[in-house]
């Protein structure tokens, strides 16, 4: 199947971030796509529709009855050798969580999208990223993207990394729910040549569910053997930091994109005293509270995290080393954990232990169901992560920002 370069390429389109990583479906000729309503993901099932019925599309498209046969379906399409697309939002996500779980250890490389929303009860169709970070520790690899462009690319280079042979994991697309899957913003469109060349068709070799080919998926094995398999899929997750670099840099050369890391983004941060990291959209207000700030001679600067699994190490290990402390957002929680942070900063404190020196820190919950992280909420911030810069410490590790009284 081939685009028409008058339609969807080699042009700037302004498009939502849904509409983004559906155009992706047609230009990496994806084969299988399942869908199931469910706000805000279901904005790539509108787009894919509209795709299919303008002839620019052509795949089998199937509307499942529930999310957990969605991701079924495409479960076992991409084992008969088919690229594939599907995804969900919130509890939706959750529904399916049985075939997400055994997807990772039958090592297909699902690629889904989660319109990051509030978990039901009480519910919200905004942002929170907790949705797709119940997966983080089965063996999905998990990008976030702040941009419709960056959706684009992302769509291209999670076929790309969990088609790889040397992979073969599924991995999620995070796109914070309105704030991306609704708003619009320019894209520069790779060509469809362009594509091509990045994204090699899915072949699973011998590893191919068919007829001809005698093998077993999806085994259960006795207690002796599990624990070998879980090493299998846990060298795989290993294996994907190289992947992904190279697939980074052949993406650079190819699209003449430039980004210099692919697992993280540092904004002003060259001769920061403070930072704050965070994930996916906060990207916009943190960036003009930066600028604003240095406006009035604070240095301040930005980290954002783009790959939270493989989780980026060594990169922050380098990069936030070196500030005299760090404020880390989070847009999710987890409830009980270890001063009582949110899954970000608990990860990123974990990253640090070994570091010298290990710069003091600070975690924020800020943004939960959709709520605006605001400049204002961004100055907050960096302020009491000044405070910790000047004490050394945090009197209180974890804070809530922009909650009502």
């Known amino acids: 199947m081939t685009i028409s370069t008058t339609d969807i390429r080699e042009k700037e389109q302004l ?57 079924e379906i495409v479960k076992h399409a991409s084992a008969v050798g088919a690229r594939v697309f ?22 297909l490389p699902m690629v889904a999208m989660v319109g990051n929303r509030a978990l039901d009860d009480p519910g919200a169709f905004g942002t929170e990223h907790n949705d797709a970070l119940a997966v983080r520790d089965l063996g999905w690899m998990l ?9 684009m690319d992302a769509a291209f280079m999670a076929w790309r990394v969990a088609e790889d042979p040397r992979i073969y994991l599924p991995c999620a697309i995070s796109t914070d729910g309105a704030f991306l899957t609704h708003s619009q913003q320019i894209v520069q469109m790779p060509s469809q040549e362009q594509v091509d060349e990045f994204l090699p068709p899915y072949d699973r070799g011998d590893f191919v569910l068919h ?36 697939a980074q840099d052949d993406m650079n050369r190819i699209f003449n994109r430039e980004e210099e890391d692919p697992f993280i983004e540092e904004y002003m941060t060259e001769d920061a005293d403070v930072v704050l990291v965070g994930m996916g959209t906060l990207s916009l207000p943190l960036k003009v509270t930066v600028r604003r700030l240095r406006e009035q001679g604070k240095k301040v600067g930005f980290v954002r995290v783009k790959w939270f699994r493989p989780f980026p190490a060594p990169e922050l290990q380098v990069a936030l080393s070196k500030f005299k402390a760090i404020g880390i957002i989070d847009r999710d929680y987890s409830l009980g954990a270890p001063q009582n942070g949110g899954v970000l900063y608990t990860e990123i404190r974990s990253a640090l232990y070994d570091v010298t020196p290990r710069p003091p820190m600070i975690g924020f919950i800020c943004g939960l169901g959709g709520r605006e992280v605001t400049v204002d909420s961004s100055t907050e911030m960096f302020d009491k992560t000044f405070e910790v810069a000047e004490t050394g410490h945090a009197e209180e590790p974890l804070l809530w920002i922009g909650v009502r009284s």
């Open 143 to 151: 990008r976030w993207v702040d941009t419709a462009e960056e959706a």
């Open 211 to 246: 007829p001809d080919n005698p093998i077993t998926i999806a085994p259960q094995v006795n207690e002796d053997w599990l624990i070998e398999i879980r090493r299998q899929t846990d060298a795989a997750m290993r294996r994907a930091r190289d992947v992904i670099i190279e």
């Open 15 to 71: 498009i939502s971030g849904s509409e983004a990583i559906a155009i992706a479906c047609a230009m990496a000729d994806v084969d299988v796509i399942t869908a199931y309503p469910i706000r805000p993901y279901d904005t790539v099932m509108q787009f894919v529709s509209k795709l299919i019925a303008d002839g620019t599309l052509s795949c089998e498209y199937i509307i499942a009855e529930s999310e957990h046969s969605q991701f």
């Open 86 to 107: 599907t995804g969900s939002s919130g509890v939706g996500w959750f529904y399916a969580f049985e075939a997400l779980a055994v997807t990772c250890g039958l090592r």
